[in-house]
């Protein structure tokens, strides 16, 4: 070999070696990183419910014990009713006991039906409205169109008109 060539070699040799042995790397045996986290998870789940106070709609966020409502469980809570700190702060509903238990479907153009279990002729305008944007506030898209059908009987198909 030509002495630039064995210098080379030899130069490229010592870079590779102080870069391997410089770079502080240790080997070790296995290390573990303990139990996977467990136990419940805290979700902050808030849901809108549409109440009446003074005769007009009333936006209400309620926290359901940290699990999300289904539409329909969520229009059960219009007919039970005000919790007592919702109706110590004048808050009523119009929707009737008797309107559930109720259902919702989703049409393939996202246009909500909601199936009452009376007729839905019998329900005031209040009750329509709160009916509607309860349903409407359960879906991404804004505004979206639900009818309320009820013994044979439906309401046109409205937005909410918040």
Request: charged fraction near 15%; include cysteine.
């Amino acid at each position: 070999m030509s002495d630039g060539l064995t210098r080379r070699v030899l130069a490229a040799g010592l870079v590779s070696l102080v870069a391997v042995a410089g770079c502080g790397v240790q080997p070790s045996g296995v290390i573990t990183g303990g139990a996977p986290p467990s136990g419940a998870v805290a979700l902050t789940t808030t849901i809108t419910l549409y109440l009446v106070k003074n005769g007009k709609l009333s936006a209400v966020t309620r926290r359901p014990g940290g699990h999300p409502l289904a539409p329909a469980d969520r229009l059960a809570l219009l007919a039970a009713g005000p919790t007592p700190k919702e109706k110590a702060r004048g808050l009523t509903t119009d929707v009737p006991s008797e309107a559930g238990p109720l259902s919702v479907t989703t049409e393939p153009t996202g246009h909500l039906v909601v199936t009452l279990s009376t007729s839905a002729s019998d329900l005031s305008r209040l009750a329509v409205e709160q009916i509607v944007c309860t349903a409407a506030s359960t879906t991404p898209k804004s505004p979206v169109q639900v009818t309320v059908v009820g013994a044979a009987q439906s309401v046109d198909p409205r937005n909410c008109p918040r």
